[in-house]
């Protein structure tokens, strides 16, 4: 889809306005493919940018001078917002990652209650009959509802997707956010070295996986199965502690 294409909406934008979304499309493209690094094969990275657009849009019609943030950070969570409520809608997940993420859930929580603790992958995978190679294999199939379900946790969505406190105010939002981005601060300290580093190259470096690989003498793989590994471990603790918030 070209960008005439994209100005075809319901948003209406002015000349000044049109000339901010071609500013910030490269945001839109980097945001897109961060969020595609992290999901399955078969989504596309044009039906992500095509959302993310239409969320760089509306931050252009909705933004507020007189508001705290910057226009590249509201703009930011709004591409964002945009893609991750594109996926939702549109059910990106494959009936068979479905099924592998349900099944995935449901052996973890019977695992824990089992076992009054958390598990391991070694645990999980052993449950589930598989080895390793063979788990990491799953749960890279069932990547999608893991990363929805982590995000889930920091924009104050329920387990089906659907807006919580869905009246909070700006400042609200943000204390929200800070909140739980130091609970996961506080789960990161208890990953491998190994994983911090990984965390720490990815989002903070801001290299691919491929270039973390690289540095860490390991296939662009084995760090996607990294990677995956933390998604689900944070997802799995947030949602535990962020019912105290």
């Known amino acids: ?9 319901s948003l209406r934008l002015d000349e000044e306005q049109k000339t901010i979304v071609v500013e910030y499309m490269p945001l839109v493209k980097f945001i897109a493919q961060r969020i595609k690094d992290r999901l399955p094969g078969h989504i596309q990275i044009e039906d992500l940018e095509h959302a993310g657009v239409l969320g760089l849009m509306e931050a252009v019609c909705r933004y ?7 226009f590249k950070t509201y703009a930011e969570h709004r591409i964002r917002g945009s893609i991750l409520d594109d996926l939702r809608k549109n059910d990106w ?5 479905r099924e592998k993420y349900k099944l995935l859930e449901s052996t973890i929580s019977k695992l824990e ?9 070694d645990e999980i995978a052993k449950a ?4 390793m190679d063979d788990y990491f294999d799953f749960l890279n199939d069932a990547k999608t509802g893991v990363f929805l379900s982590l995000e889930d946790v920091v924009s104050r969505r329920d387990m089906g997707g659907q807006q919580l406190d869905d009246q909070m ?22 990953l491998s070295k190994t994983q911090r580093l990984v965390l720490s ?5 801001e290299l691919t996986l491929k270039e973390i690989g ?6 662009e793989s084995r760090i996607c199965q990294i990677h995956n590994e933390i998604m689900e471990k944070l997802a799995r603790r947030l949602r535990k502690r962020v019912q105290y918030v």
């Open 1 to 9: 889809m070209t960008y005439q294409e994209y100005t075809k909406t």
């Open 64 to 70: 507020d001078e007189t508001q705290s943030n910057q």
């Open 93 to 97: 997940m494959t009936r068979t990652g």
């Open 113 to 121: 209650k089992e076992h009054n603790r958390e598990v391991s992958s």
């Open 128 to 131: 589930l009959g598989m080895k």
């Open 169 to 190: 105010s700006e400042p609200e939002k943000k204390v929200w956010i800070d909140q739980v981005k130091k609970l996961m601060a506080e789960e990161i300290e208890n």
């Open 201 to 205: 190259l990815y989002y903070y470096d």
């Open 214 to 219: 690289e540095v860490l003498n390991k296939t």
